[in-house]
């Protein structure tokens, strides 16, 4: 699985959205995280598309949900498949899609693996990662004398 740099951002968001139970501005997230606020606005779109998160005010956003009741799969599904066969598996440098895919065992395989992989991202929960952001931030402190 490739994660885009637009997933990566919006997860990012959503992570911080999760830690900020009254929401953020995007300005002030695109700050923290040296992007143009621009850019994040359009990386939040898909999030606000699928009901993830929501406008609470101008260039202001929350989750529309609490952080316990959003999967990671949903987040990654607001930016396209979390993981799909693009390429040949048995010929090295092949960028083109499969051709053969009905008589391919290994694409009935590919189709197992990416049921898996869904599965277990529909298992981790948003507050998951926001409790770990947390403890990896008081450990930083911790170690930064604060």
């Not at 959205?17 to 995007?26: D, K, Y």
């Not at 997230?29 to 898909?46: D, F, I, N, W």
């Not at 101008?58 to 066969?85: C, D, F, R, V, W």
């Amino acid at each position: 699985m490739v994660i885009s740099k637009k997933l990566a951002y919006g997860l990012r968001v959503a992570i911080r959205l999760a830690r900020s139970p009254e929401g953020a501005g995007v300005a002030e997230m695109a700050h923290e995280q040296h992007t143009a606020a621009g850019y994040l606005s359009k990386v939040v779109a898909p999030l606000i598309r699928d009901g993830i998160v929501t406008p609470i005010g101008t260039n202001h956003i929350a989750l529309a949900k609490p952080p316990s009741q959003i999967t990671l799969a949903e987040i990654i599904s607001a930016y396209g498949p979390a993981m799909q066969l693009t390429r040949c598996l048995l010929r090295h440098g092949d960028l083109h899609p499969c051709s053969v895919q009905a008589e391919c065992g290994l694409h009935k395989l590919w189709e197992q693996v990416q049921a898996s992989v869904h599965k277990a991202l529909a298992c981790y929960r948003l507050e998951e990662f926001a409790r770990c952001a947390d403890i990896i931030d008081a450990a930083r402190r911790e170690a930064d004398g604060e």
